[in-house]
């Protein structure tokens, strides 16, 4: 009975923003309403607004803009794949809405566009599709839970994805600065923002009005359900320190295994097994919570995929390595686990993301099959106590480091059984 308790549990969880180590292996073939990959030879996962690698996958409803979602298959053969849509609440439930409701045209598209690894150790077949697309359109602004499946079985799933459409009803106007407070104001980073409405009419913005923000496309660590402290004129003001506030963390580490010839900064050894299958030895991590906080350029937890020994297709013939961590720590962490989170990861704490202790090395390590790129990365401890990860342990806290933020705004329309994001916008830390 304990275990049909925590199975069900589990599975409610699993649709909320938080999320721990547990929770994603209590049954992969349960669709998640999160980023999440379900198949073990599913690898390199990445889905942005078609224009920009880089980009959040949000999109507006009335454009031409399209989504692009790609991915690795490290089998190497050629299968039947078709990506299917749900409309999702602002919590990322799913909302009521029949599917005829949110989509015109065809309700699933098969992914048709593939191409085989070349020149590459590992082989594998890599896929990409563009949506919407002439005969799939979304016809209803909000959250949209992108799932792929195999073999024309939607309980055959392979990876899921979070994507936004929206359809600017509102205006938002921010103001970026320090949380106040002695204990906060050199670590912590506060937005203050109004929503405008610009005649659109929101009876109860209490009730029917919900606001997301999220800080470098990470979900573990979202702030929702923002109240409005102040409002009239039709405008609705936020500026409570505790609601919208974060970590202000620190500059992503990062590693570059784009050449399997050359040694980069990072890199301590390259060599190839008796499998040949590739290693990269990363040098020994630094705790960075002592140090002085030091400004560069970083993807903000993203990576980029490229081969630099080769002057071809990048998508095809960039191979994978095996990448070992290490981070020295003089006894093993009581407080929670340590995880890899970064794009690399799909920003998840799960086992393939978790650090183990070595007694003998003193420390923590992890083992990683990447493809080869340059990747942003941050080390993170968590536990079932607070929700997301806490990145300030490792890699301190910092009010002026560079992050991106987004904010959503959400409503639910008197008469209408479904969550319309009425309005976005990104803002970034130092770009004023």
């Known amino acids: ?28 073939n349960v669709l998640k309403y999160d980023d999440y990959v379900y198949k073990s030879n599913v690898k390199t996962v990445k889905i942005h607004e078609a224009t920009w690698e880089y980009a959040t996958p949000l999109i507006n409803l009335n454009s ?34 029949m599917i005829s409701e949110y989509l015109s045209g065809f309700f699933d598209l098969n992914l048709i566009n593939f191409a085989f690894s070349m020149n590459t150790l590992q082989k594998y077949t890599h896929y990409t599709i563009l949506f919407p697309q002439q005969n799939l359109k979304f016809t209803k602004s909000g959250n949209y839970l992108v799932y792929v499946y195999a073999n024309s079985d939607k309980k055959d799933l ?3 994805r979070r994507i936004m459409v929206y359809d600017n009803k509102v205006t938002i106007a921010h103001t970026f600065r320090q949380s106040s407070g002695a204990d906060e104001q050199f670590n912590k980073q ?17 009730a029917d009005l919900k ?25 609705f003001t936020y500026s409570l320190d505790d609601a919208s506030t974060f970590n202000g963390g620190n ?27 590739n290693h990269v030895v990363l040098y020994p991590e630094e705790l960075r919570t002592t140090k002085p906080y030091l400004f560069y350029n970083d993807f903000n937890g993203s990576f980029l995929i490229r081969n630099r020994d080769t002057q071809g297709n990048q998508d095809v013939e960039a ?9 020295p720590y003089q006894a093993p962490e009581s407080a929670g686990n340590f995880y890899i989170m970064g794009k690399l990861t799909d920003w998840r ?36 106590a607070k929700k997301g990860g806490d990145e300030t342990v490792i890699e301190g806290d910092h009010w002026d480091t560079e992050n991106d933020y987004c904010i959503f705004v959400y409503h639910r329309k008197i008469g209408t059984y479904y969550d319309q994001l009425i309005g976005s916008k990104k803002i970034n830390s130092i770009k004023r």
């Not at 409610?12 to 049954?27: H, K, M, R």
């Not at 506060?190 to 209490?206: E, K, L, V």
Request: charged share 25%; with cysteine.
């Open 319 to 327: 191979d994978y390595v095996y990448v070992d961590f290490f981070l």
């Open 211 to 235: 606001v997301t923000l999220t800080q470098n496309n990470r979900w573990d660590n979202a702030v929702t359900n923002i109240k409005p402290t102040f409002m009239g004129g039709g405008q």
């Open 349 to 384: 704490m799960n086992k393939k993301s978790q650090l183990t202790y070595n007694y003998k090395r003193f420390g923590y390590e992890a083992r990683l099959y990447l493809k080869q790129g340059y990747y942003n990365y941050i080390y993170v401890l968590s536990n079932d």
């Open 190 to 206: 506060h937005i203050d923002f109004t929503i405008y409405n610009s005649g659109y009419d929101i009876t109860n913005p209490f």
């Open 64 to 97: 031409n803009e399209q989504i692009e979602l790609s991915f690795d298959d490290i089998e190497g053969d050629q299968k039947q794949y078709s990506v299917s849509f749900i409309h999702c609440n602002a919590d990322w439930t799913p909302s009521d809405l």
């Open 251 to 277: 500059e992503f580490r990062y590693f570059d295994i784009r050449s399997m010839r050359f040694y980069t900064e990072k890199v301590k050894e390259i060599y190839r097994d008796e499998n040949l299958k």
């Open 158 to 160: 392979v990876l899921s």
């Open 1 to 28: 009975m304990v275990k049909k308790i925590v199975f069900f549990y589990s599975l409610i969880f699993s649709v909320a923003f938080g999320q721990t180590a547990d929770e994603d292996y209590v049954n992969d």
